[in-house]
């Protein structure tokens, strides 16, 4: 398996794990302040690089014009991951 990822990465595995997909910005509101705009894709690129995420683009909502969304969701390995980082927090807590 390839290296967890800590900070940021982690932060976004465990979200996308919770919503099952979403967007980059999605990712930063439901982040409660711990992911920023800035930086958000980045995470998401490496993640990707790296196996954990997979991405697609998705047409707006009906009624909503503008260009296709890139939408992210785990990959197999991504969640394996999020499994353990759960897993992991659940053994904390039960110490």
Not at 26 to 39: H, Q
């Amino acid at each position: 398996m390839a290296d967890l990822p800590r900070g940021k990465g982690r932060i976004t595995i465990e979200l996308l794990g919770d919503l099952g997909s979403a967007y980059g910005l999605e990712l930063v509101e439901k982040s409660k302040g711990a992911l920023k705009r800035g930086t958000v894709y980045v995470t998401l690129v490496r993640l990707q690089e790296s196996g954990f995420v997979v991405s697609k683009l998705v047409a707006p909502p009906q009624g909503q014009g503008g260009p296709p969304r890139r939408t992210f969701s785990l990959t197999g390995l991504g969640q394996r991951a999020y499994d353990f980082y759960i897993g992991s927090e659940a053994l904390l807590h039960a110490v």
